[in-house]
């Protein structure tokens, strides 16, 4: 590497690079550098400047990156959390997809409608006829209209418009609150005579027949569909395996989809990872432009196009261990880099932002190896897997360094993370904590609550409720579809009430505090969509995090429960304990750069003045 290439440079900036590596955190960052683990970062640093990066509260993936993105706070872009609700009827919904209901019609390039507002870097940048490429960014569906090439990134559904159902075939019997369980389907089969005949199931009600023929002999199935055969061994996966499904009306669509071989004795298990979007023929728009996508394809090969292909459902719900697990990653990782190499070796000038984020799945599924603490802590896991995070981080030097080998003197690169990371100890469920304190009253009649939804809620009695990753809602009368408490002084009495007793909250197990801090929407967020914000965020201590229950609306009975997922790690905890990373070939003049600093700097390098309601600085005086 010829390392006179990233000193400080006077020469025009005529190209930047950004590198956004979903969830590293700076106290692994650091150690791995000071141990010499990590050279290709430890140069940036020493040639350039590397700090802690603040990130957005809360510290969600999607806030975080549209953050980033719009170089401003959530009430600017309007993502707030990875799960909103709809305040006339209270239920759930995804803050980072969002179906089209008047595209009667299944008008392919009307399929989503936009989640993210405000004005992203890349919109700026194109409008300046800069060239500009964003490959995988978080919540970009449907793709932006630029002066260059994108493709989207978390938000991109499976056919079934979620984000990642998987189904899992098996001649064993699953109990049905098992089944009721799992994030998939779970497809009962039986053999007749080493042969099994069952379905695929698509959109729209479609399916497609599946024959799987067992040879026990060689420990491997032969899966037959469409006529092309598929030869598994036990414990392997498939390629990618592109599928067509008749949806009616003489109309076809294209899908990509892998099985995974579980076992074949003493039962038969079969994972099939989500019907997802064939890149080489999208079933509705992915990429801008639209035939961006099939181009890649032709390029590198077939590649996962779900925002979040690493499928850690199925992992939680022992479709397959670890190993499965980490060869699947792997399959992704290669993937995206095939990407980012592909899209650097045209690289002449503008902008190319590409995001890498296995690093932030890694991290939620193996961070028990690091923590003791944790409930799930085993001392044969922990040594078997102990590297596995490292590595991760190895592997992500080794990237950094291809970027830097083709970086000039009038380049900046930029490398940067969403946020860090920290143990998931404990749950803690929310509504119970307000059912207790006398602010949500439940009909138990209705339920036990813990399917979510809030089925068991009498709203003309409650004065609150939790929903999401870090939000509570006031039930406010005008707003919410039964609210009940007046706007203005009793509404601001209740939330102050609230945030004085939560902060107040200990874990009677340990006697810890649960909460660092409680935020007032209007203490720390501004802008013209300050109205969709919850009322109230929170910020846990490590070790704690709102429960996967009170995330969906689920009210129940206790208030804390041990963490049993392999979901081990997090950080949906206060901003505080959580900053991302910053790496960047120039020394910069902020002492403490935020997320917001990120755009503004962009546009600075590319001497394109910054929009007015840009809130944040540029890293260079």
């Known amino acids: 590497m010829n390392h006179s290439k990233i000193e400080n440079r006077k020469s025009k900036i005529n190209k930047v690079i950004l590198l956004g590596i979903d969830g590293l955190d700076p106290n692994i960052l650091e150690r791995l550098m000071e141990a010499k683990g990590l050279p290709n970062f430890s140069l940036l640093r020493a040639r350039g400047d590397y700090r802690p990066l603040i990130t957005s509260n809360p510290a969600q993936s999607p806030v975080a990156w549209s953050t980033i993105a719009t170089g401003s706070n959530p009430a600017y872009h309007s993502i707030f959390d990875f799960i909103i609700r709809d305040p006339e009827d209270y239920l759930p919904s995804l803050s980072i997809m969002k179906t089209n209901p008047r595209n009667l019609l299944a008008r392919r390039g009307l399929m989503f409608l936009p989640t993210r507002k405000g004005t992203p870097f890349w919109s700026i940048t194109s409008r300046a006829n800069i060239p500009t490429t964003v490959i995988k960014w978080p919540v970009t569906l449907p793709p932006d209209n630029i002066s260059g090439r994108m493709l989207s990134g978390l938000g991109v559904p499976d056919l079934k418009t979620n984000l990642g159902w998987y189904s899992f075939y098996t001649t064993r019997v699953i109990p049905e609150r098992e089944k009721k369980e799992r994030k998939g389907d779970i497809i009962h089969i039986e053999a007749n005579d080493h042969t099994i005949e069952t379905v695929i199931s698509g959109p729209n009600k479609s399916h497609l027949p599946l024959k799987i023929r067992i040879e026990d002999k060689d420990s491997r199935i032969i899966i037959d569909i469409e006529g092309k055969e598929i030869i ?119 902008v190319l932002a590409f995001v890498f984020d296995t690093t932030d799945r890694i991290q939620h599924i193996f961070w028990s190896t690091r923590d003791p603490e944790h409930p799930i802590y085993e001392e044969g896991f922990a040594k078997r897997y102990q590297d596995v995070i490292k590595d991760y981080y190895i592997r992500m030097d080794k990237i950094l360094g ?48 813990e399917d979510g939804l809030f089925k068991n ?84 201590h490590p070790g704690y995090r709102i429960s996967w229950q009170t995330a969906v609306g689920g009210t129940i009975g206790k208030i804390f429960e041990d963490n049993l997922k392999k979901w081990s790690g997090d950080h949906l905890v206060d901003p505080y304990y959580v900053p991302g990373i910053l790496l960047i070939n120039q020394r910069i003049s902020i002492p403490s750069p935020s997320l917001i600093d990120i755009s503004p700097t962009i546009l600075r390098c590319l001497e394109i003045p910054k929009p007015e309601d840009m809130e944040g600085d540029s890293l260079f005086s």
């Open 402 to 449: 291809k970027v830097l080998d083709l970086v000039d003197q009038r380049t900046i690169i930029i490398i940067l993370s969403d946020h860090g990371f920290t143990s998931f100890r404990r749950g803690v469920h929310l509504n119970s904590w307000l059912v207790e304190n006398g602010l949500m009253v439940l009909d138990r009649s209705r339920g036990d609550g």
């Open 457 to 540: 809620v009498v709203w003309e009695r409650t004065k609150a409720y939790a929903l999401g990753f870090s939000s509570i809602y006031i039930n406010l009368r005008d707003r919410e579809g039964k609210g009940i408490v007046r706007p203005g002084d009793e509404a601001d009495a209740l939330k102050r009430k609230i945030r004085e007793a939560l902060i107040r909250l200990k874990d009677p197990r340990t006697d810890r505090p649960v909460i660092k801090d409680v935020y007032l929407r209007e203490d720390i967020y501004r802008g013209p969509f300050i109205d969709k914000a919850p009322d109230l965020i929170i910020g846990f």
């Open 232 to 350: 598994l061994p036990e414990g392997e996966w498939s390629d990618w395996i592109q599928v067509r499904f008749n949806i009616g009306l003489f109309r076809y669509i294209s899908a990509l989809c892998r099985f995974y071989l579980k076992s074949i004795r003493p039962e038969l298990e079969l994972y099939l990872s989500p019907i997802q979007v064939d890149p080489s023929d999208p079933a509705f728009l992915i990429s801008y432009p639209d035939e961006y996508a099939p181009e890649l394809a032709r390029d590198i090969g077939n590649y996962s196009t779900l925002g979040m292909p690493e499928d850690t459902n199925a992992l939680n719900d022992n479709c397959f261990n670890e190993e499965a697990f980490l060869k699947m990653c792997d399959t992704i990782m290669v993937e995206r880099e095939k990407m980012l190499l592909h899209e650097l070796a045209r690289f002449k000038e503008g």
